[in-house]
């Protein structure tokens, strides 16, 4: 899937490892579409990397600052840019809550597919139809305030507005499309501190329904 996004995405960077300081480097350098595989290897114990991560949702958080290891000088480092992560696993909450999350399975036998030549990948055609269409339509997808599911949070409404905004400028199915998947990808996506707050939340309300004694196997059977 990276691959493809790396065909399609404007200045598309591929790397399955990164530092910390080369992430906001990179991004306040070149301002690429960052596509950063194997996360869960690098990623799971590194708060500061994820917190580099975290700050280039927003345009107006998109800032790290870092000293000048020669003259001791503070400088501000850019971190906002498209980015798209895959690895296995989980991501942290953080993070998840700030994406759009596409959980991938593996097809089964009955989903026959024609295999994907890695060195004859080239969809620079398509690439270039969607760079001439973005630039065409680039004031009308500015200024465009797209109705966005009430089934979607703050966060996530944030995160699919600019993508509604292309669907409906586009038109015919894609409006729709769009919505139906904004909500079957994002309107359930809560958090951990909320499934633990539900969890207990419903325990309480077992325990209270049965006079405060109930086995593991009734309380388990009862949540599910």
């Given at each position: 899937l990276l691959m493809v996004l790396a065909e399609l995405c404007r200045r598309s960077l591929l790397a399955s490892n990164a530092s910390r300081a080369s992430i906001f480097r990179i991004v306040d350098r070149y301002k690429p579409t960052l596509l950063l595989d194997?996360?869960?290897?690098?990623?799971k114990d590194?708060?500061?990397?994820r917190g580099i991560i975290n700050s280039g949702h927003s345009r107006k958080t998109s800032r790290v600052i870092r000293l000048d290891a020669n003259t001791f000088e503070p400088m501000a480092f850019d971190t906002f840019c498209p980015k798209a992560l895959a690895g296995i696993g989980s991501?942290?909450?953080?993070?998840?809550?700030?994406?759009?999350?596409?959980?991938l399975k593996r097809r089964t036998l009955a989903?026959?597919?024609?295999?994907l030549r890695q060195d004859r990948l080239d969809l620079t055609h398509m690439r270039?139809?969607?760079?001439?269409?973005?630039?065409?339509?680039?004031?009308?997808?500015?200024?465009?305030?797209?109705?966005?599911?009430?089934?979607?949070?703050?966060?996530?409404?944030?995160?699919?507005?600019?993508?509604?905004?292309?669907?409906?400028?586009?038109?015919?199915?894609?409006?729709?499309?769009?919505?139906?998947?904004a909500v079957t990808l994002s309107a359930n996506d809560l958090d951990g501190d909320d499934i633990n707050m539900m969890l207990l939340d419903d325990i309480r309300a077992l325990f209270q329904s049965s006079a405060g004694r109930?086995?593991?196997q009734d309380l388990c059977h009862a949540l599910s």
């Open positions: 194997e996360v869960d290897t690098y990623f590194d708060d500061e990397l991501l942290a909450d953080t993070i998840r809550d700030r994406s759009i999350l596409i959980n989903e026959p597919v024609r295999p270039r139809m969607a760079l001439r269409w973005a630039q065409d339509h680039a004031q009308q997808l500015a200024d465009a305030d797209p109705q966005v599911p009430a089934a979607l949070h703050d966060r996530a409404a944030d995160n699919w507005r600019p993508l509604l905004a292309i669907a409906d400028l586009a038109g015919g199915p894609w409006p729709e499309m769009a919505r139906k998947a109930m086995s593991s």
